[in-house]
């Protein structure tokens, strides 16, 4: 596709739910982040994959979250028992091969409200 | 551990003033440092990347600036316009950290016509 895409755009749950948050990375991008922003917060980096495996996750939270991106491109963020705490805009980016001088390509992000 | 700040928090002007919006980093070990842009309810949009060996990039009417040493980055917008409403943030890639931004919390601003 043209951009990253995040699907869907908004998600309301209930505390206690398991949710799924979908990034589609710009076609041939081997690096793909996962961001998350609270309100009135900058991004903070959650994840980071280099093809299909997790070259970084130590912005993971706890082990309610975990993402995959089994086959080198889409890749999923899931949320187990989630908690109103966990309510904020997933952002998703990718990046050409994960080089420091690369720039980040954004999604347009997944709103998450958990009641 | 790395942190990123931005003053002012929140900033109006009327169209046409040329403006300034500060970023500071504690840890001067950066590969680069990139401003972003963010409009209500979307993705990052980039705006310019600084290398770390760089002093300065320009792109239209936006010039940003780095001084490594000093742990600062400033973001100069020329005759602003309303248009250029939006959040701005600032982001470091941190040696220690791999490719993964740190950002700061944004200026939000305001141009009004």
């Known amino acids: 596709g043209a951009g990253v895409s995040q699907t869907p755009s908004n998600k309301v749950t209930e505390k206690g739910k398991y949710v799924e948050l979908r990034c589609d990375p710009i076609?041939?991008?081997?690096?793909l982040y996962w961001y998350r922003q609270s309100l009135g917060q900058g991004p903070e980096f959650l994840i980071y994959?280099?093809?299909?495996?997790?070259?970084?996750d130590s912005g993971l939270p706890n082990d309610r979250f975990f993402a995959v991106r089994p086959e080198g491109s889409v890749s999923t963020l899931k949320i187990q028992r989630t908690e109103r705490g966990d309510s904020a805009v997933y952002l998703c980016?990718?990046?050409?091969?994960?080089?420091?001088?690369?720039?980040?390509?954004f999604g347009p992000g997944t709103r998450l409200l958990v009641l | 551990k790395q942190e990123v700040t931005q003053i002012p928090a929140a900033l109006s002007v009327p169209e046409g003033e040329n403006l300034v919006l500060n970023c500071s980093f504690t840890?001067?070990?950066?590969?680069?440092l990139q401003w972003f842009r963010q409009d209500p309810g979307k993705g990052l949009t980039s705006l310019l990347l600084i290398q770390s060996s760089q002093r300065e990039q320009t792109s239209g009417r936006l010039n940003a600036s780095l001084d490594k040493s000093s742990g600062r980055s400033t973001l100069y917008i020329a005759a602003s316009q309303p248009g250029d409403s939006a959040t701005y943030l600032c982001?470091?890639?941190?040696?220690?950290?791999?490719?993964?931004?740190?950002f700061g919390k944004g200026t939000t601003l305001s141009v009004s016509s």
């Open positions: 840890d001067s070990a950066i590969y680069n």
């Open positions: 994959f280099q093809g299909t495996g997790a070259a970084d």
């Open positions: 076609s041939g991008h081997t690096a």
């Open positions: 982001a470091v890639t941190a040696n220690q950290a791999g490719t993964a931004l740190i």
């Open positions: 980016a990718s990046s050409l091969s994960g080089g420091v001088q690369e720039t980040q390509y």
